[in-house]
């Protein structure tokens, strides 16, 4: 005891790290110090020993006098640990190993303070007159035309390129899966056969999920992606983000940016974004000082290059260049034609004689039979903004549609709005023996103007005759999917949400960093679930799981209401933003319970708007993806706000706007403190006029998903009174949200050592987990959160973990024991009863002291403040000290 053993082991990692550190001294003054105590063998080989101790019989002698007796080596000799170490400073040391080589990622240089990151942003037009539009507003920008001879594609396309790496068909290799290519790796140069290659982020691909068309979502995406590649990017050279500005970026009459888009280009061009360094410019320009990726594994075997494979034999797939190289079985490979006829097309032809008459027009339809293919090799790899990365004038024009008839952009904004909002009116056709008639519902699917109509119908179809069914509308190929994605971007010009929720609910659009969202909350320490309360229903995760699985998962939590899946999907990325970049939202969290967070907001838009549940759910869909996450951000952040409707300029009738404001020191918005509640009814009363009110198709088995299926609370009663339900809705929060004070978890911990177990609503948290899990363990919180989480009630859970709290105060007082098993529920039941003594005897109407049926706890008990003559902490300690008063001191202040 307390004679400790030495390990010449610590000496060789001492010898490495003046390596790394570049300290010849300390590598001179290990090696020699290790060099005494080597045990030499015959043939001169050194061996270093696992350590050296004190001999048995001299232990006393070391006592008297420490450090005197001397070491003898034990244990292993060599020991291989210590003995690799050493061998390895040897060589390193001797030059016969670079410390790049044992070493790659370069994690040596981690301590030692570098320079902030500079993220260089190049900004592209998608066309010569948005490249004027930003001229005007004193940004110089560059089209894709004008960046010969780089190329620019989507991140689609560079997952598809590697997935072929390692694709061998002879041996039977399939390759790399194919999956979405993250900011870190958009943000470098590719070389590809000799050509460079940048890709835009994946953030910006609205085909793949809809957050994409909200151009506010864009600019928070792009701030997050900045703010991360600042913090996390380790590469050698500064990230390139290429950053495409679109139609969809600009004003709906096309006559100027977005005001969000243009603000964020301003202040990127200022040089600080989102907590970060940047430096915009020319792509050219950012070739020097970028990092640069060689993929060689597309380089093929044969001498040509890519262009001139294809310039040369148009029409033969067998040569020996890329197209070769990466074919799958026998089939040409989509990537590969689509790249070489790529490069085919934009390489610089050789200068030719003007041709007249019959060549040229061969000339001409070679070019458009090249470009057309291009095109189609486009859509086969799912790129849908084709003119955004070919420039050609061929693909300035609008992309080539289904023909729905569907309101025309140049439609004044009164007769969108008619057209959006329309009932349907007609019911649905039925044949003479009562069944549908789909032959008349395809021809009424064809005559109508009306947006939600046409999602009514493709619905019906959707679900009775399937995706692939041929409606045969416009010939044959006019599928429902076919044309849910034509009315997808349709609704997606609007700015239709809620159409545009359900219809990629039915095209089971999936979030492509689903996955990655779920993970970063579990690796903050988060658990999960999806469904509304009470389990089976409800689905806990606490382990990353498959994109695949996880969508399933959350599809059975939604019970296949396909609004509420996507509603689902949307949070839980918006949750993984917050906690990336705002942590502190989430402490005092262990689960994170989506459904409830759902619940919530339509509570939130109930309570606020003065509506009913389905007008609120109906508005919560109808939400743009900016809104919803700032609503979701409020209520994370714990402060006080009010929801308000405000008329929004241009789109006013597609979808209710919402503006949040944070609530005043005297519990009411600027605007009700300046009076102008009367205006704001007016306001309200004149917008739900024009708002979304998605009506149900007549039959009941055909009404369309919406999120009527959640149940949402009563809300709370609008008086003059602004505090009027402020601590109810407090307590519906923090319930939804599993927040509880701070150390509570610990204080239960304590309160458990001095009982037998605390039951909740049946289920009894049992003392023997002090003995298996420590205060502060994760598992331990999470066992008690998951006791609690059998209580559905979001408020009554709240009420029950201030009972508990009271309860943990006992802790600290010298008693040995209070009781069995306490049932908590007993003590809010019995502070109950006395708050409805006390209230009946000061007067209080029946009305007034309505009790929540489920719970028998008065509502005015949920709406009081913690403090106070009646406030619920006040009960909770008299009901405490009644419920324990065998156990406590006799003495007169037992009770107090």
């Known amino acids: 005891e307390n004679i400790e053993c030495e390990w010449p082991l610590f000496w060789t990692y001492l010898i490495l790290d003046g390596i790394f550190s570049n300290s010849p001294e300390q590598v001179q003054e290990y090696q020699e110090a290790l060099e005494g105590i080597l045990i030499k063998q015959k043939d001169g080989i050194r061996l270093l020993p696992e350590l050296y101790s004190v001999p048995p019989d001299k232990v006393e002698e070391e006592y008297m006098?420490?450090?005197?007796?001397?070491?003898?080596?034990?244990?292993?000799?060599?020991?291989?640990?210590?003995?690799?170490?050493?061998?390895?400073?040897?060589?390193?040391?001797?030059?016969?190993?670079?410390?790049?080589?044992?070493?790659?990622?370069?994690?040596?240089?981690?301590?030692?303070?570098?320079?902030?990151?500079?993220?260089?942003?190049?900004?592209?037009?998608?066309?010569?007159?948005?490249?004027?539009?930003?001229?005007?507003?004193?940004?110089?920008?560059?089209?894709?035309?004008?960046?010969?001879?780089?190329?620019?594609?989507?991140?689609?396309?560079?997952?598809?390129?590697?997935?072929?790496?390692?694709?061998?068909?002879?041996?039977?290799?399939?390759?790399?899966?194919?999956?979405?290519?993250?900011?870190?790796?958009?943000?470098?140069?590719?070389?590809?056969?000799?050509?460079?290659?940048?890709?835009?982020?994946?953030?910006?691909?609205?085909?793949?999920?809809?957050?994409?068309?909200?151009?506010?979502?864009?600019?928070?995406?792009?701030?997050?992606?900045?703010?991360?590649?600042?913090?996390?990017?380790?590469?050698?050279?500064?990230?390139?983000?290429?950053?495409?500005?679109?139609?969809?970026?600009?004003?709906?009459?096309?006559?100027?940016?977005?005001?969000?888009?243009?603000?964020?280009?301003?202040?990127?061009?200022?040089?600080?974004?989102?907590?970060?360094?940047?430096?915009?410019?020319?792509?050219?320009?950012?070739?020097?000082?970028?990092?640069?990726?060689?993929?060689?594994?597309?380089?093929?075997?044969?001498?040509?290059?890519?262009?001139?494979?294809?310039?040369?034999?148009?029409?033969?797939?067998?040569?020996?260049?890329?197209?070769?190289?990466?074919?799958?079985?026998?089939?040409?490979?989509?990537?590969?034609?689509?790249?070489?006829?790529?490069?085919?097309?934009?390489?610089?032809k050789k200068t030719k004689h003007q041709v007249g008459g019959l060549g040229r027009f061969k000339a001409v339809a070679t070019k458009t039979k090249e470009m057309v293919s291009l095109m189609n090799k486009a859509q086969d790899l799912n790129i849908h903004n084709v003119n955004m990365y070919l420039p050609s004038k061929l693909f300035r024009s609008r992309q080539p549609s289904l023909n729905l008839n569907l309101p025309e952009p140049s439609t004044s904004q009164e007769a969108q709005s008619y057209d959006v909002s329309t009932a349907f009116e007609s019911g649905i056709p039925t044949d003479a023996s009562g069944a549908v008639d789909y032959k008349a519902l395809v021809q009424l699917l064809r005559d109508t103007k009306n947006l939600q109509d046409q999602a009514d119908i493709l619905y019906i179809l959707f679900k009775d005759k399937g995706m692939e069914w041929d409606t045969q509308l416009y010939g044959k190929g006019s599928t429902v999917?076919?044309?849910?994605?034509?009315?997808?971007?349709?609704?997606?010009?609007?700015?239709?949400?809620?159409?545009?929720?359900?219809?990629?609910?039915?095209?089971?659009?999936?979030?492509?960093?689903?996955?990655?969202?779920?993970?970063?909350?579990?690796?903050?320490?988060?658990?999960?679930?999806?469904?509304?309360?009470?389990?089976?229903?409800?689905?806990?995760i606490t382990a990353p799981i498959p994109p695949d699985q996880l969508s399933a998962l959350i599809d059975e939590a939604s019970d296949n209401n396909i609004s509420v899946a996507i509603l689902t999907q949307e949070i839980m990325v918006y949750l993984a933003m917050s906690?990336?970049?705002?942590?502190?939202?989430?402490?005092?969290?262990?689960?994170?319970?989506?459904?409830?967070?759902?619940?919530?907001?339509?509570?939130e838009l109930a309570q606020s708007l003065n509506c009913s549940g389905e007008e609120a759910t109906e508005s919560l869909m109808s939400l743009?993806?900016?809104?919803?996450?700032?609503?979701?951000?409020?209520?994370?952040?714990?402060?006080?706000?009010?929801?308000?409707?405000?008329?929004?300029?241009?789109?006013?009738?597609?979808?209710?706007?919402?503006s949040i404001h944070h609530l005043g020191n005297v519990g009411a918005t600027k605007s009700e403190r300046a009076g102008i509640s009367?205006?704001?009814?007016?306001?309200?009363?004149?917008?739900?006029?024009?708002?979304?009110?998605?009506?149900?198709?007549?039959?009941?088995?055909?009404?369309?998903?919406?999120?009527?299926?959640?149940?949402?609370?009563?809300?709370?009663?609008?008086?003059k009174d602004s505090r009027h339900g402020q601590w109810l809705r407090r307590r519906r929060l923090d319930g939804a949200l599993n927040r509880v004070p701070v150390g509570f978890y610990q204080k239960v911990w304590k309160i458990l050592q001095k009982c037998h177990g605390l039951s909740i609503e049946g289920f009894v948290l049992p003392s023997s987990t002090t003995r298996e899990m420590t205060p502060g363990e994760i598992k331990f919180s999470v066992h008690v959160e998951t006791v609690l989480n059998r209580v559905p009630q979001p408020e009554y859970r709240q009420l029950l973990v201030e009972a508990i709290l009271v309860l943990t105060m006992l802790a600290d007082v010298d008693i040995p024991s209070i009781g069995s098993i306490i049932h908590v529920e007993k003590i809010v039941q019995q502070a109950n009863d006395m708050f409805y003594k006390d209230q009946k005897d000061l007067g209080a109407e029946d009305h007034i002291l309505e009790k929540?049926?489920?719970?028998?706890?008065?509502?005015?008990?949920?709406?009081?403040?913690?403090?106070?003559?009646?406030?619920?902490?006040?009960?909770?300690?008299?009901?405490?000290?009644?419920?324990?008063?065998d156990f406590l001191p006799s003495g007169a202040c037992a009770v107090q």
């Open 678 to 719: 009367k205006l704001k009814s007016d306001m309200k009363l004149g917008v739900r006029a024009q708002s979304l009110d998605v009506e149900s198709i007549d039959i009941g088995r055909y009404r369309l998903p919406s999120v009527e299926s959640i149940d949402i609370p009563d809300s709370i009663p609008v008086t």
């Open 65 to 348: 006098n420490p450090h005197s007796v001397e070491r003898i080596p034990m244990g292993k000799c060599p020991l291989k640990w210590g003995q690799s170490l050493y061998i390895l400073g040897k060589l390193l040391s001797e030059g016969f190993l670079a410390p790049g080589e044992i070493d790659p990622l370069n994690r040596r240089f981690s301590t030692i303070p570098k320079p902030d990151v500079v993220v260089q942003v190049s900004v592209l037009a998608e066309t010569e007159e948005i490249k004027e539009l930003l001229m005007k507003n004193s940004i110089d920008v560059e089209t894709v035309a004008d960046i010969h001879p780089l190329h620019v594609q989507p991140s689609r396309v560079l997952s598809h390129i590697y997935a072929r790496l390692g694709r061998n068909p002879r041996l039977g290799l399939t390759g790399r899966p194919y999956r979405r290519i993250g900011v870190l790796g958009t943000s470098k140069f590719y070389i590809i056969r000799n050509t460079i290659f940048a890709f835009t982020p994946q953030f910006i691909d609205h085909q793949q999920f809809y957050l994409a068309l909200d151009n506010k979502m864009i600019v928070e995406m792009l701030r997050t992606e900045i703010a991360y590649l600042s913090s996390r990017w380790r590469i050698t050279g500064r990230p390139t983000v290429t950053f495409p500005i679109s139609q969809s970026m600009l004003t709906e009459d096309h006559t100027d940016l977005d005001p969000a888009v243009l603000a964020t280009l301003k202040k990127l061009q200022d040089g600080y974004f989102g907590g970060a360094r940047t430096q915009t410019g020319k792509l050219s320009e950012f070739l020097t000082t970028s990092c640069c990726a060689h993929l060689s594994f597309l380089d093929g075997k044969g001498s040509r290059g890519m262009g001139q494979h294809y310039e040369e034999n148009d029409d033969d797939d067998g040569g020996d260049g890329y197209v070769h190289e990466l074919r799958c079985d026998d089939e040409a490979d989509d990537l590969a034609q689509y790249l070489d006829h790529l490069l085919a097309h934009s390489a610089p």
């Open 579 to 603: 906690i990336r970049t705002q942590p502190g939202l989430f402490s005092e969290m262990f689960r994170l319970r989506i459904g409830l967070i759902i619940q919530v907001m339509a509570t």
């Open 624 to 658: 743009s993806p900016s809104e919803l996450k700032n609503l979701l951000h409020h209520i994370l952040s714990g402060k006080e706000f009010v929801v308000q409707r405000s008329v929004r300029d241009g789109d006013a009738g597609v979808s209710p706007a919402i």
């Open 852 to 885: 929540d049926p489920s719970t028998g706890v008065c509502k005015l008990l949920y709406d009081s403040a913690p403090s106070g003559r009646f406030g619920s902490m006040t009960y909770l300690t008299k009901a405490v000290a009644v419920y324990v008063q």
């Open 481 to 540: 999917r076919s044309l849910l994605a034509d009315l997808y971007e349709k609704a997606g010009d609007l700015k239709h949400w809620g159409l545009i929720r359900m219809i990629s609910g039915m095209l089971k659009k999936k979030v492509e960093e689903l996955d990655s969202a779920c993970s970063d909350l579990l690796a903050h320490q988060k658990h999960l679930t999806v469904g509304l309360p009470p389990e089976p229903r409800e689905k806990t």
